[in-house]
């Protein structure tokens, strides 16, 4: 069964502490892995796509990585409007339009 | 603006009322999706569509009817209301359906069924 664990729930940073989140997941063919940022009372934002291990994707602060068995999304020098939750998804062979979702890490920078 | 949009933002009902959420979309995506978001689990696909007249089931349909005649609409029904599915729904759209297509989302619709 395709499967997305996310950690940690809650991270709290200071301003400029760099750290990363962690997706694991276990998915039969990956096709694709996605991260999105989430704000309060908002829909999900999309960051970034990742198709192999091996790839790497950068946006401003953000670093998305991906390996076999997991995905990191690196925080360099957080601000505190980089404050909300991170989704990482992925989507498998089985269930050809679903995409498996974790339940996020909220991250909190603190000026 | 081109995007895609939910109505109503918020929406109180009670237990056995038909209720209907509104999905729009401007990008001219081929494919549409809802999901529900609860405390403690991941966003979870209830339906979702290839194109006009083209539905499928996702991970939990029960309860749930769609519709989709115009390929910028999508509406989700919820036929006789249940307390189980109070719950953040959010539509999503995308150009491709697999699963290594992106999918955008809307602004999402809270939920609360008394």
């Known amino acids: 069964e395709d499967q997305v664990t996310q950690s940690p729930e809650a991270l709290r940073l200071q301003e400029g502490e760099s750290s990363s989140l962690n997706c694991s997941y276990t998915v039969s063919g990956l096709r694709g892995l996605f991260w999105y940022r989430q704000d309060p009372g908002k829909g999900p934002e999309f960051l970034f796509t990742?198709?192999?291990a091996g790839e790497e994707k950068e946006k401003e602060r953000l670093k998305a990585t991906l390996t076999k068995k997991e995905s990191f999304l690196h925080i360099t020098a957080p601000k505190p409007e980089d404050s909300a939750t991170y989704l990482c998804a992925v989507g498998g062979q089985t269930g050809a339009n679903n995409l498996f979702f974790g339940t996020g890490t909220r991250l909190t920078v603190i000026p | 603006d081109a995007g895609i949009t939910q109505s109503p933002r918020y929406k109180i009902t009670e237990t056995g009322r038909q209720v209907t959420l509104m999905c729009h979309q401007t990008?001219?995506?081929?494919?549409m999706f809802w999901y529900r978001q609860d405390l403690g689990h991941g966003l979870r696909l209830i339906y979702y569509s290839a194109a006009a007249d083209i539905t499928d089931k996702g991970e939990v349909p029960d309860g749930y009817v769609v519709s989709r005649s115009k390929t910028e609409n999508f509406p989700l029904t919820l036929e006789s209301a249940t307390r189980s599915q109070t719950s953040v729904y959010f539509c999503?759209?995308?150009?491709?359906?697999?699963?290594?297509?992106?999918?955008?989302f809307g602004p999402g619709t809270r939920l609360l069924v008394l």
């Open positions: 990008w001219s995506h081929s494919y």
């Open positions: 990742l198709y192999s």
């Open positions: 999503a759209s995308g150009a491709g359906g697999g699963a290594q297509e992106t999918q955008y």
